[in-house]
């Protein structure tokens, strides 16, 4: 009977694996787990720099929502400079209403938003991100224009306010119009400040100087064709004054560091 078996039994024992070899396995193992963790490695990166390009992209998206609300904003102060709202309004810009501006910011409904020049300027002290101040005019609110909020648009309407300036020697009226626009999300925000200013008052032109009177012949001796200082042609013009700046928007610019100067204004 065992000799029978003994065919299929082995004849040897089983080989035992040697050093070598399982220095060989456990080096295959440890490079497969690098292998892993540098795949790793690199699919987090790929990941992060995905992410990364989706915030900055939607941040770019929310800023130029912001800088979009606030040009219109500045369009609609201008709109209002203009006339576009009620009679008691318009007449707030009229030649000569410089005395009927509040020496702060009016919260009126004639004077709303409007500010006389102070230090520090309105645009600084007043706080014009904080909602329903009513001391900013928001987007429409003398104009009637309609503007949407909500989802993919601003998260509030924009605001404004306008400043009377000194003229100086320049003829027309001079304002500084200050507007701030949101984003998607509120905490997005777009500063844009422009000067604008009013046409000159037509003037009527001054009346003819009266003829000296004086011998007669004399009125035929200034009619030749030469003149009494010799120069054989006519009196020289009077110098030409310097021409006065153009009527409405002059400049334009964004005011990146509006929190900091607002900060810094508080008392």
């Known amino acids: ?3 029978h078996l003994s065919r299929y039994l082995p004849s040897q024992p089983p080989r035992q694996c040697s050093g070598k070899g399982r220095r060989e396995r456990g080096m295959v193992l440890l490079f497969a787990l690098l292998l892993m963790l540098v795949a790793m490695i690199a ?5 992060r720099t995905g992410f990364a390009s989706i915030a900055g992209a939607r941040h770019e998206r929310e800023r130029l929502l912001a800088h ?14 203009a006339g576009a709202g009620p009679p008691a309004r318009a007449a707030m810009f009229a030649p000569g209403a410089a005395p009927a501006w509040p020496s702060g910011c009016g919260q009126g409904a004639a004077d709303r938003g409007l500010c006389a020049q102070t230090n520090p300027p309105a645009w600084q002290a007043l706080d014009l991100a904080a909602p329903g101040n009513p001391a900013l005019v928001p987007y429409g609110g003398v104009t009637g224009a309609p503007i949407g909020t ?3 648009l601003p998260a ?3 605001v404004y306010l306008i400043e009377r300036l000194a ?3 320049q003829p027309g009226a001079l304002y500084r119009i200050t507007a701030i626009g949101f984003g998607a999300q509120a905490s997005m925000l777009v500063v844009l400040q422009a000067l604008y200013r009013t046409p000159a008052a037509p003037s009527a032109p001054p009346a003819p100087a009266p003829a000296p009177a004086g ?13 009494h200082d010799g120069s054989g042609g006519a009196s020289p013009a009077a110098p030409s004054q310097s021409s006065p700046l153009p009527a409405g928007r002059i400049g334009a610019r964004e005011i990146v560091n509006w929190r900091q100067l607002h900060a810094q204004a508080q008392p």
Do not use: C, F, T, W
């Open 167 to 169: 003229p100086g020697a």
């Open 68 to 81: 979009g609300a606030a040009e219109a904003a500045l369009r609609d102060a201008e709109r209002d400079i």
């Open 215 to 227: 011998p007669a012949g004399a009125a035929d001796d200034q009619n030749d064709d030469g003149d």
């Open 156 to 158: 509030r309407a924009p």
């Open 43 to 47: 699919a987090l990166a790929v990941a």
């Open 1 to 3: 009977m065992k000799s």
């Open 150 to 152: 909500g989802g993919l």
